[in-house]
């Protein structure tokens, strides 16, 4: 078992910036990629980013330029910098981590971008 807790979610204006945490505990072996998702209200969940042990990294187009996910294996835990947040960045975010053949997410941490 993997346990996810995602944190650094908040209220920003728009043109703001946040960073997103997401620690990881347990069985922590064999997990390759995590990732960062989303949902905003009425929509499926997406992927926003993801990055895998090894360090590389995919960005939905919509972040691209914005938004860096980075991993820092030694402490377990994952980030997403978000920079120049817009109003449609406003979402439910999650962590994931695949341990094939597992998925596993956190609680999700709302971000919301006010105009």
């Known amino acids: 078992q993997v346990q996810l807790v995602e944190s650094g979610g908040g209220l920003v204006q728009a043109g703001g910036s946040l960073r997103l945490s997401c620690a990881a505990s347990g069985r922590l072996f064999m997990i390759n990629t995590m990732g960062w998702y989303r949902q905003a209200p009425g929509k499926q969940r997406e992927l926003v980013a993801s990055i895998t042990r090894g360090g590389s990294t995919n960005y939905a187009d919509s972040v691209k330029g914005r938004f860096t996910i980075s991993r820092d294996n030694a402490k377990n835990t994952m980030y997403l910098q978000m920079n120049s947040l817009k109003q449609e960045d406003t979402a439910v975010y999650y962590c994931?981590?695949?341990?094939?053949?597992?998925?596993?997410w956190g609680q999700g941490t709302q971000v919301t971008v006010s105009s």
């Open positions: 994931n981590a695949n341990q094939y053949p597992f998925d596993y």
